[in-house]
Structures are given as structure tokens and as C-alpha cells.
């Protein structure tokens, strides 16, 4: 998959946070689940095709991207 494609699933997922106000807790929970391996790997291609130097293991540092993308993507509380 290029990385073009993760951001395009990057808008779908954004496109679909109004759906989700309405999900009951175990939906909530498998939808988070979900959002969250999305930026893991979102991290790995980040990290593969802009050649982003890493200092350890390369799944901390897709953990650690994760993180980052979802501090900056959603409010405080959604996050
Ligand atoms: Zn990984």
C-alpha cells in the first residue's frame, strides 16, 4: 500500500467521526481498536516512505507516531 492510500483512509476515518457520536460502548471500543492500528501503521508507512530516521525498535516508533497523529488530530477528548 503507498502511503497516498493510508491518507485517504486518514479522511474516510475523519468523514466517519460523525457516525461514531452515536456508538454504544462495545462499538466505541472496537472503533477505537480499529482507529488506533490505523495510525500504527500509518506510522510504518510514514516511516518506510519519507525515510524518517528511527532510534530503537521500529514498532516503538510507530507506537510513538500513533500517538502524536491522534494528539494532533483530535480534540482532547476524543483522543
Ligand atoms: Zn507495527
Redesign the pocket.
Known sequence: MQIKHYFLILAALHATNAIAQDMSAKEALVDANIRSIFY??LG?AVISEMNVPIFGQ??DA?DVMSVLLIDALYEEEAA
Do not use: F, V
Open positions: 500504527h501503521e510504518h521500529e514498532e510507530a
